[in-house]
């Protein structure tokens, strides 16, 4: 079973709604609260013009939120002998897991959503999914979905075909207040908090070819990286670079005990191979 990794990050909204999602007491959310509502009741959405669901699920391991995450498919069978094997299409549901952490780091929260190819890519369909949170002005933050990247990746491609880069385009998320940590990241900050933006385009052309080997681009580069946007790079030989296929991803193979078609079982071990035991 693969699992493919997604950074969450959070941006508060500037205006907030009379009927705001807050705590028992009343108190505004700190965005694992958030996290942990929002993830904790069912969600019907949309993706590709198909119904999804979502359903959490209970699990030992209180650091993390899980749930399911599925739809509908057709599946062709063939009946018995004696109806000569007749083609026939029945439906049923599919479902991958999604795992939560809803806990503070400084480049935002992680997601692994488990690859199932029946339902879909996993970053588009946990993007759809938090497209339709942020279509509620009640919440009181926007969430945005990008896939972790080891940054050495880009490194790697730019340094093969150095000099042969014609365009690359970023689009960056604006950080919260937890991920200002350089020049870059504060110019983002000051567009988010000045012009109101939540998403900042920077594309670079040059049909001669890009110099990229430098400190702004290597900070860019890490920000995105760490989930904080997407990174989109071609050259004069038509290669490409597209950061949401090449994020990071998680291999679980699932232990060999009797109770394996157990759910509690496969949370368990999912969470234990991708985050870790309890800490």
Known sequence: MQYDLIRLVLVSRDQTSLFERRSATGAALSREEWLRQVFGKEIVFSHRKIEFHYVPQSAEDDRLVVGQVGRKV???ENEPPEQHFAETRREHWRAALVIVDPSHHEDGQKLACEARSEIGAPLGIIKSLCDHINASADEPYVIEASSILDHQTFLDFERINRGDITSISFALNAPDVFGIRDDMTR????????????????????????????DRVRQTVQYASD???????????????????????????QPNDADIEALSTTIAHAIRSIFGGPQ
């Open 74 to 76: 057709q599946a062709v």
């Open 187 to 214: 110019e983002l900050a000051e567009l988010r908090d000045n012009e109101k933006a939540r998403k900042v385009t920077i594309s670079l052309q040059n049909q001669d070819g890009l110099k990229l080997d430098d």
């Open 227 to 253: 989930g904080g946007g997407e990174i989109v790079a071609r050259t004069r030989t038509k290669k490409r670079f597209v950061s949401s296929r090449r994020g990071k991803t998680v291999s679980v193979i």
